[in-house]
């Protein structure tokens, strides 16, 4: 659509891949719906403008120098963001306000991260409104709301050997899946969380991307706590059909035509997305897993998230024959083109809120291996609510993977996971046509930022 409505969105995503994917998203499609975009963007993890030729751009001068840009702890790198990016964050936003009147086509709303909780002060102070993208899940969010709570019941910052008990107070969790206080200074990660909360309290409204009927009592939970307009419009990956991406990395397509001779439903997708990292013997593990399977595999191994690069060359001639025609290793996928592949029958992931999404947009049952932050939540949704996906139990040990694997991917016993997976699948795309849950919560966050002058 062409048609401009004479109203600028500016946008501000967290430079991480899981946050800059579903703005950019969220950015086509108000682009679609006749809003002017401009990105705001710190300089460290840039989005590329030359696959988005239809936003404008702009660049934070976050100072972040190479040490500090390659910082492991990452809350830690969050509130540092948060710190360096305030005053130029400020002054952009200043000068693109003093420049409406002119040429530029007046600014309708801010719509940042809600982990830059900085933000509503600044659009406060400048007048302009604000809306938070929050880029997780309606369920992982409820938990933050309730961290006060866990923390008396002393369910956090450690798991310790409580990880196996059930939350009563947050039915199916277990402790182990609360996110944990991972951060080498554990106040940094509270004040996070409870800037967060603030930020989403100040704000004019919430988007996220995820749909009524996958989360409908979370949502409904967090509209009574925290006061504030929810837009679940997801998942926003299908409603922006374009093939440009927003990928750091390059994306290696050569898996596609790999995936083009492999059987129909035959392979296992594995990636655990863009910060998680492993230790040589676990991704040997992975490896051998793999190889015990004997099932084909396409497997993300991202440049990092091994802490020895040699490590191919350590892996036993049985792994090495597999990749003569059963299994592909690439350094970055296509991830979403993947997960819609028909060679595609399982996913072994991490379950970053992206992943999941994905993943269920596509009727692909997951094998669960959360890492961090809000994984775990989402994990025990897959399995425990939405009943698409098995935790890989027993631990990350060759014998568990195969197993796990066949499960998920062939076996009898998960047949009524990829049922209920391909049942999902059709109420994501029920929710996104017109009409639909999605398509309503779209129409209402469209009439919300134009009632804002
Ligand atoms: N992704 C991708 N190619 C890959 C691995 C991941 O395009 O090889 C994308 C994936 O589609 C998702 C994002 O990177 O949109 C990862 O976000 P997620 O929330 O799943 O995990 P995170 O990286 O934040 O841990």
Redesign the pocket.
């Known amino acids: 659509m062409n048609q401009r409505n004479n109203h600028r969105l500016i946008l501000f995503p967290l430079p ?4 800059i ?2 703005m950019l998203q969220l950015g086509r499609i108000l682009y679609a719906r006749g809003f002017s975009i401009t990105v705001l963007h710190t300089n460290f993890r840039a989005p590329d403008p030359s696959s988005h030729p239809h936003f404008a751009f702009r660049s934070i001068a976050d100072g972040l120098d190479q040490s500090e840009a390659s910082m492991s702890d990452i809350p830690g790198l969050i509130s540092l963001l948060n710190a360096r990016c305030a005053s130029p964050f400020e002054e952009c936003l200043q000068e693109m306000m003093s420049l409406q009147g002119g040429e530029e086509v007046p600014v309708a709303c801010l719509i940042s991260d809600s982990l830059f909780g900085f933000t509503c002060g600044v659009a406060e102070r400048l007048k302009v409104r604000a809306l938070m993208l929050r ?2 899940g309606a369920a992982s969010l409820y938990v933050y709301t309730i961290y006060p709570v866990l923390k008396e019941k002393g369910y956090v910052p450690t798991h310790g050997s409580r990880s196996e008990e059930a939350v009563k107070e947050f039915p199916p969790l277990l402790v182990g899946d609360i996110p944990a206080i991972d951060s080498k200074e554990p106040e940094v990660m509270s004040r996070l969380l409870d800037d967060l909360i603030k930020a989403i309290k100040n704000s004019c409204g919430v988007i996220l991307n995820t749909f009524e009927e996958l989360e409908h009592p979370d949502l409904t939970s967090l509209r009574e706590v925290l006061s504030v307009p929810f837009f679940p419009i997801g998942p926003s ?1 299908k409603c922006c059909m374009t093939s440009s ?1 927003s ?1 750091l ?1 390059a ?2 397509r050569s898996c596609i035509s790999w995936l083009d001779e492999q059987p129909l439903k035959s392979v296992i997708y594995v ?6 990292a492993m230790s040589e013997a676990e991704i040997l593990e992975i490896a051998l897993g793999l190889a015990e399977s004997e099932q084909p595999f396409l497997w ?1 191994v ?1 440049p990092g998230s091994v802490h020895n690069p040699e490590w191919l060359e350590k892996l036993p001639s049985r792994f090495l024959e597999a990749l003569e025609g059963r299994g592909k290793i ?7 083109e ?2 819609a592949h028909p060679a595609v029958g399982a996913f072994w ?10 993943s269920i947009s596509e009727g692909v049952p997951m094998l669960c291996m959360p ?1 961090f ?1 809000d ?1 775990g939540v989402n994990a025990r949704y897959v399995s425990d609510v939405w009943r698409v996906g098995v935790h890989l139990n027993g631990g990350l040990e060759r014998e568990n993977i195969a197993r796990a694997i066949k499960r998920v991917l062939v076996d009898r016993e998960g047949e009524d996971i990829r049922q209920r997976a391909l049942v999902l699948k059709e109420k994501a795309i029920v929710c996104l046509g017109q009409g639909g849950s999605s398509y309503q919560a779209l129409d209402a966050l469209v009439s919300h930022i134009l009632s804002c002058e």
Not at 16 to 19: D, L, S
Not at 271 to 276: D, H, I, V
Request: hydrophobic share 35%; glycine share 6%; aromatic share 10%.
């Open positions: 991480f891949q899981g946050h994917n579903p880029t997780s990956h991406s990928s990395l994306e290696d990636s655990f997305g863009s910060l998680a993300v991202r690439v350094k970055w996928a296509p991830q979403v993947v997960l992931t991490h379950n970053g809120w992206n992943s999941t999404v994905e890492c932050a994984q």
